[in-house]
């Protein structure tokens, strides 16, 4: 891998900076390497100070995603990072959480210049039908609680050489698609901040309030989808999204609800 900006460390001092105004908002944890960022949220969940608790990692070596899937990391060459999300008693958690998340990873990148962008419902980033990065969204247990999330994202920076990723055949990174890389310690900050605004969002008014900008974003909009999972296999034209971020699917019985599953373009018959 050539030198580049994300070779850079990644430093808590320099990425709070980088928040601004923002900064006292965020508590930030660098680790060189752990397990899962995510599992370290969840297994030892940060005391509600007021803010904002962020965990990133140079080296995630047990890294998951949706469905038991694996997500593969890098030194240098991904992002990978959990926030926790604590909301009021009542907010709307989790309807369309994963879909707000990634919203906020489009708008960061969008505003540093990375073509192409597109949202594949419900938990991934895409750049011309090919995964750029992922989101796993996870609930705290406990009742009478605090509502909270963990919410773990993981963006491909540069890729090495041949690198094949289990069931994810169309994959692809920044370096594919900016001349430079973003400094990783900044690209973190513009991820954060845009969570930031947009959780707020969420948190008043409910993922209503960014349906359509998520659907201005939808990769698989009016087109031929197959929807997987369980055993199962559906098949209609990809109608978007409700207002608790369920996909809806047009077929010859009418609009169904999707809860859960895979999605993929159908072949032309």
């Not at 594919?176 to 948190?203: G, Q």
């Not at 031929?224 to 034209?237: F, L, N």
Request: glycine residues 12%; contains cysteine.
């Amino acid at each position: 891998m050539s030198a580049s900006a994300s070779d850079a460390p990644l430093d808590a001092a320099l990425i709070l900076q980088q928040l601004g105004d923002l900064a006292g908002t965020f508590d930030v944890k660098v680790l060189d390497e752990c397990a899962s960022t995510n599992s370290v949220l969840m297994d030892a969940t940060p005391a509600d100070d007021g803010r904002i608790h962020v965990v990133v990692a140079e080296r995630q070596t047990a890294g998951r995603g949706r469905r038991g899937r694996q997500w593969q990391s890098w030194p240098g060459g991904s992002l990978t990072f959990s926030t926790l999300w604590r909301f009021a008693p009542g907010a709307p958690v989790p309807a369309g959480l994963s879909l707000v998340a990634g919203l906020a990873v489009v708008r960061a990148l969008e505003l540093l210049g990375v073509p192409g962008l597109q949202l594949k419902w419900p938990n991934d980033v895409l750049v011309n039908g090919h995964k750029l990065a992922g989101i796993l969204v996870e609930l705290l247990p406990g009742r009478g609680r605090t509502p909270a999330a963990v919410v773990g994202i993981g963006i491909n920076l540069h890729l090495p050489a041949g690198t094949r990723i289990p069931d994810q055949p169309a994959v692809t990174d920044l370096g594919e698609h900016l001349a430079t890389l973003p400094d990783r310690n900044r690209l973190l900050a513009a991820v954060l901040t845009e969570l930031h605004a947009l959780f707020d969002t969420y948190a008043a008014a409910g993922f209503p309030a960014l349906r359509g900008a998520w659907e201005q974003r939808n990769a698989f909009a009016n087109l031929p989808v197959r929807i997987t999972g369980d055993g199962s296999e559906m098949t209609g034209i990809c109608a978007g999204v409700d207002d608790d971020g369920a996909l809806l699917l047009r077929t010859d019985a009418g609009l169904t609800r999707i809860l859960t599953g895979e999605v993929s373009l159908r072949a032309a018959q």
